[in-house]
Each structure stands twice: as C-alpha cells, then as structure tokens.
C-alpha cells in the first residue's frame, strides 16, 4: 500500500482484557514509531523501532504495554490488562530512516476499555 | 526537558481572513520542527519541515518560517477545507518527536 495501515480501526474492550493493534508501515521503511494520543492533545511518544529492535521504549507508560516488530516490518502493540486510562487513539508512524526523518502516519486505532 | 506549546488552543476565522498560528519550542539543539494537518478521526497528515532559523516553506494557502525560538504557520485567505487540527513537532537530535497539543482552525463560509 501506498501509506501506513492500521488494524482495526476501532476496538472496544473491556477492563482487565488483553489487545493487540498492528501496524504495517511504508513499504522500504526502516524506522517505526508508536504514539498515543488523548483527545485535545496531540501524540505522545511511545516507542520507536530501527529494524526489529526497539531503539528506544522510554515511553511506555508502564510493563502492561510492549511492541514487537519481528520481521522489521509489521508491528504490533501489546496491552495486557487493560485499564480505563489506556482508552485512547493509538498512531503508527513509519520513516525512510532514523531520527528526525519525516515520520508519515497511519489513521489509528481508536481503543475504548469499558 | 524538551516542550512544544502552541497557541491559540482555537482560532475561528471567516473565509478569506489571514491569520498565524504559533509553535515555540524548547529543545536543546534543534534538529527539524515539522508541521502537520489532522483532520478529525484521522492520522496527523504532514505538511512541512523547517531546520533553520530563516527557513521558510510554502505549500498553496500555507507558509512556515521559523525562529530560534518559535515557529509561524501562517495562512492566507483560508477556505472552509482548511479547517483542522494543526500540530507542530520538534526534534532534538538523537531524540524522538516531541508534539505541542495542537491548534483546532474553524474557517467558516
């Protein structure tokens, strides 16, 4: 595809569950970024991939969340026992490089936990 | 610590009526600041990048300059579809994005 993907779109949930978002970045991108983004605020950085590692994860919020990203590709965010507080809409971004490149998004995965 | 704050938080303006909106930044050196357009239910859309006091980008109805300090997104004579969320990015070197909380633009007809 011509941008970045997000699966699902939506997800509600309920409190104590487990999810997972995936992302599929532009293709020949080798950087990937996850944000969350509260309503009337704007992103806020989670974690950034370079290849399959993850080259920073300092923003995770806490050890409920984690992201893989195996093949240097596609990523996933993991979200165990989901809280009320972690309702917000979750942005991909994708990059031709590292930091400070151009990051180009994906429409997100807004998340509901009831 | 690295902040964005942008102002105004809303700005309502007629079709056809110019006006700026504002992005100052604190980073410890400066690698790029980036402007984005969201439209609602959607992902940031991006605009223009800006790595140099001085540097000014153009794109139809919009212009970005920047300062040392702060960055203009200036637009001129703005239609209803211009309306949207902007925000703006810093980027410090070897560090992440960091975005302000945006500017909502109604343009009315």
């Known amino acids: 595809g011509a941008g970045v993907s997000q699966t699902p779109s939506n997800k509600v949930t309920e409190k104590g569950k487990y999810v997972e978002l995936r992302c599929d970045p532009i293709s020949g991108h080798t950087a990937l970024y996850w944000y969350r983004q509260s309503l009337g605020q704007g992103p806020e950085f989670l974690i950034y991939f370079q290849g399959t590692g993850a080259a920073d994860d300092s923003g995770l919020p806490n050890d409920r969340f984690f992201a893989v990203r195996p093949e240097g590709s596609v990523s996933t965010l993991k979200i165990q026992r989901t809280e009320r507080g972690d309702s917000a809409v979750y942005l991909c971004?994708?990059?031709?490089?590292?930091?400070?490149?151009?990051?180009?998004f994906g429409p997100g995965t807004r998340l509901l936990v009831l | 610590e690295d902040q964005v704050t942008q102002s105004p938080e809303a700005l309502r303006l007629q079709e056809g009526e110019s006006s700026s909106l504002n992005c100052s930044y604190t980073v410890s050196g400066l690698r790029g600041l980036f402007w984005y357009r969201q439209d609602p239910g959607k992902g940031p859309e991006f605009l223009f990048t800006l790595y140099s006091a001085g540097e000014e980008k153009e794109k139809e109805r919009l212009k970005a300059t920047l300062t040392k300090k702060e960055s203009f997104l200036h637009i001129t004579a703005p239609k209803p579809e211009d309306s949207a969320t902007y925000l703006c990015a810093a980027n410090n070197y070897g560090q992440n994005f960091v975005f302000g909380p945006g500017t909502r633009l109604s343009v009315l007809p």
């Open positions: 971004a994708s990059s031709l490089g590292g930091l400070g490149e151009t990051q180009y």
